[in-house]
């Protein structure tokens, strides 16, 4: 073999060793690109993996009313759990849950998920929630309940209802009720009176013919009968 041959043969099989190498950092189980986590509140302890966990507070960081808690829970085992509670450690808040339907307990089927937080899914209603809204842009350490698992904590993002947040948040206050004597005769009196006056005088017009006397129908068919006879 040729001198030259011999040097274009050692290119190629170091070529080959070089994507070699490159391929095995992106294969495997412990892959560089599968230890990339996403940038949200996760954990997993057992059977029980939770992901996006976050406190959503009102719009107003001053605003009074309640805030919410925003998570998805993954059951991984074979047998479903209950989300027993969810406690605010350090703080003495309570938190409110309730199922998407029905009452009682938060079910986590087995081998299955459940969203807690947006419209039609599970509820966590933190029910002061100025305790929380003072951590608005850090963290709050929160703790879930399973009937199987225990305690699973983590540190949830403290946010407002706004942008993203706001269909996942918690309702605003409602607004007082008007007290007695208020705006609410003012709207029955102007539409009751106006339309029956103006009925009224439309009503004699086609009967009159030109004058809009109440008794001209009555002569005019005098007048009539008169004639005929």
């Known amino acids: 073999m040729s001198r030259s041959l011999r040097r274009g043969a050692l290119a190629a099989t ?16 412990n892959a560089e690109t599968l230890q990339v986590k996403p940038d949200n509140a996760a954990t997993a302890v057992d059977t029980i993996e939770i992901q996006n966990a976050t406190v959503i507070t009102q719009p107003k960081v001053d605003a009074e009313g309640p805030a919410a808690v925003s998570v998805t ?30 009452s009682g307990p938060i079910t986590v089927p087995a081998l299955g998920s459940v969203i807690i937080g947006g419209a039609g899914n599970a509820s966590a209603v933190i029910e002061n929630g100025q305790e929380v809204a003072k951590n608005t842009g850090g963290v709050q350490e929160v703790a879930f309940r399973f009937s199987e698992t225990g305690d699973v904590k983590l540190q949830a993002f403290v946010v407002p209802a706004t942008s993203f947040f706001a269909s996942y948040g918690p309702s605003s206050l409602p607004k007082p ?20 006056q103006t009925a009224t005088g439309h009503a004699g017009t086609p009967g009159n013919g030109e004058s809009g006397e109440p008794g001209t129908p009555s002569d005019s068919s005098s007048a009539s009968h008169d004639a005929g006879h």
């Open 73 to 102: 829970v993954f059951n991984n085992g074979t047998k479903q759990q209950t989300l027993d509670a969810i406690t605010l450690p350090g703080s003495n808040t309570a938190v409110k849950l309730s199922p998407a339907q029905g």
């Open 14 to 29: 170091a070529v080959v060793f070089s994507i070699a190498s490159l391929a095995a950092c992106g294969a495997g189980n």
């Open 177 to 196: 009720p008007a007290q007695e004597g208020e705006p609410s005769g003012a709207p029955t009196t102007t539409p009751s009176g106006t339309p029956s």
